[in-house]
């Protein structure tokens, strides 16, 4: 969840859910196999446990949790049901992406199409042209999407947006934007432990424009590398 080249945002809820279940093992009595019998170990996997349902919760408040996920080609809404999660937050999580695909992606689509149209009406020829009956650009991208089956989880999602951006234009716009939030905080931080490299005490004049555009190019060699 720390690393920076890959997303991270999408394994958020599985990785929550995974270790919940796993302190909840050891907690349990009737978990023969993996109960914890020591009192002391006992008490601070409670408190890891109750901790650990507060920072989940707090997913709830955000869209981009499950947004992210449902744009995880390798997710979509897989995991929810094999998890068997109940149909008022499988619903409740198509209801959110929907939401916000329909009031700022699709909407693009709808007004690119308004441009053309008046841009081509000044066209005397395309008073004669037909609508092609095969022509699928009207169709709901993330209808589509969510139809077909979740890809294997070697793929690279990012990868994956890109050789279908043909295919889905304004969703892939929406997925690029949500899968690269950062699942936490960690690669934010490493960056702006990196100033101190920057900043040194011959250097402590520098506009914050420079200071930042020397960070920028910094990171983005390491990727480039």
């Known amino acids: 969840m720390s690393k920076s080249k890959f997303i991270t945002l999408s394994?958020?809820?599985?990785?929550?859910n995974v270790l919940l279940d796993h302190l909840e093992n050891l907690l349990d009595k009737n978990n023969?196999?993996?109960?914890c019998p020591i009192p002391e170990l006992r008490s601070a996997i409670k408190k890891g446990y109750e901790k650990l349902q507060i920072y989940y919760s707090k997913?709830?408040?955000?869209?981009?949790y499950p947004i992210a996920t449902i744009l995880d080609p390798r997710i979509k809404l897989k995991y929810y049901k094999q998890q068997e999660w109940e149909e008022?937050?499988?619903?409740?999580?198509?209801?959110i992406i929907k939401k916000q695909y329909n009031e700022n992606y699709q909407d693009d689509s709808f007004n690119n199409d308004l441009r053309a149209q008046k841009t081509d009406s000044n066209n005397?020829?395309?008073?004669?042209?037909?609508?092609?009956?095969?022509?699928?650009?009207?169709?709901?991208?993330?209808?589509?999407?969510?139809?077909?089956p979740a890809v294997n989880f070697k793929?690279?999602?990012?990868?994956?947006?890109?050789?279908?951006?043909a295919t889905y234009p304004h969703l892939a716009k929406m997925a690029r934007d949500y899968l690269a939030i950062p699942g936490t905080?960690?690669?934010?931080?490493?960056?702006?432990?990196?100033?101190?490299?920057?900043?040194?005490?011959?250097?402590s004049s520098l506009k914050p424009?420079?200071?930042?555009?020397?960070?920028?190019?910094?990171?983005?060699?390491?990727?480039?590398?």
């Open 124 to 148: 005397f020829f395309s008073l004669f042209e037909m609508g092609d009956d095969n022509d699928s650009s009207n169709e709901d991208e993330l209808e589509e999407y969510l139809r077909k």
């Open 32 to 35: 023969k196999d993996h109960y």
């Open 209 to 225: 424009e420079t200071i930042q555009t020397c960070m920028y190019l910094k990171n983005w060699i390491k990727y480039l590398r």
């Open 11 to 16: 394994s958020s809820i599985p990785i929550y």
């Open 185 to 203: 905080s960690v690669p934010v931080e490493r960056i702006f432990s990196g100033g101190s490299d920057l900043i040194t005490k011959r250097r």
């Open 88 to 95: 008022e937050y499988i619903n409740e999580a198509i209801k």
């Open 59 to 64: 997913t709830d408040e955000s869209i981009v």
């Open 155 to 165: 793929t690279d999602p990012l990868q994956w947006w890109k050789a279908h951006e």
